[in-house]
């Protein structure tokens, strides 16, 4: 469905610095004062297009670390990738998740240790390792008869042959991104926090405002 038009309506010059936001149910955010990847618009089905499209390096072919990509939100969560921190060259989509049904689910397991999630809230791939990620993971829900959506900036460099998870944590207003490595072997496993992020606009990623609001269609 092409929400367009209704989108336009929320946004538009009403995202300029100062501006409150608004919706036509009347909550709003004070876009100066909160300074966060916070937003509130219709959105169309999110869930309509294929949840990954990441196309994993081959075992053998670089140096790989196994990341695991998690949202505990029940709306659909995307990642999209970019090559600099501010969101600024070259997005790339790579994966949806979602706690629950998730149309055109494609569930992606590596085996990892300390699996209990739900089946369409995480997907395990290949990541090349020793270089940089610089993503954004976009989420929203449904709150009586408002759509709160909200983006976390992260980078990370993985390290060969490491085990680590990339966890959404929603929250219509301070959402957050948790890097964790997975540490053990055989039957004993734990996690390590080794990076947090949250939806706080900085100096480094506040090119991503551009891509938090850019009107999409799916």
Request: hydrophobic content about 35%; charged content about 20%; proline content about 4%.
């Amino acid at each position: 469905m092409d929400i367009g038009p209704i989108a336009r309506q929320f946004l538009g010059n009403e995202l300029s610095h100062g501006a409150v936001m608004r919706n036509i149910w009347g909550k709003f955010f004070d876009s100066a004062t909160a300074n966060t990847f916070v937003l509130l618009f219709m959105m169309s089905c999110l869930a309509a297009c294929n949840t990954l499209s990441y196309e994993e390096p081959k075992p053998g072919s670089m140096p790989l670390a196994r990341v695991r990509f998690i949202t505990t939100s029940d709306g659909v969560t995307v990642l999209r990738v970019y090559d600099d921190p501010g969101c600024n060259y070259n997005e790339t989509e790579w994966l949806r998740v979602k706690v629950g049904f998730l149309g055109r689910s494609q569930p992606k397991s590596l085996g990892m240790p300390l699996w209990d999630y739900d089946v369409n809230a995480a997907k395990e791939v290949y990541v090349a390792a020793n270089k940089q990620i610089n993503a954004m993971f976009f989420g929203g829900e449904i709150e009586g008869r408002s759509i709160y959506t909200c983006g976390v900036p992260f980078f990370y460099s993985f390290s060969e042959g490491h085990d680590y998870e990339v966890k959404y944590v929603w929250s219509e207003t301070r959402c957050r991104v948790e890097i964790s490595e997975l540490v053990g072997s055989g039957q004993t496993w734990s996690r390590v926090n080794v990076a947090d992020f949250d939806n706080r606009v900085t100096d480094k990623n506040r090119g991503c405002v551009t891509q938090f609001q850019k009107q999409r269609l799916t």
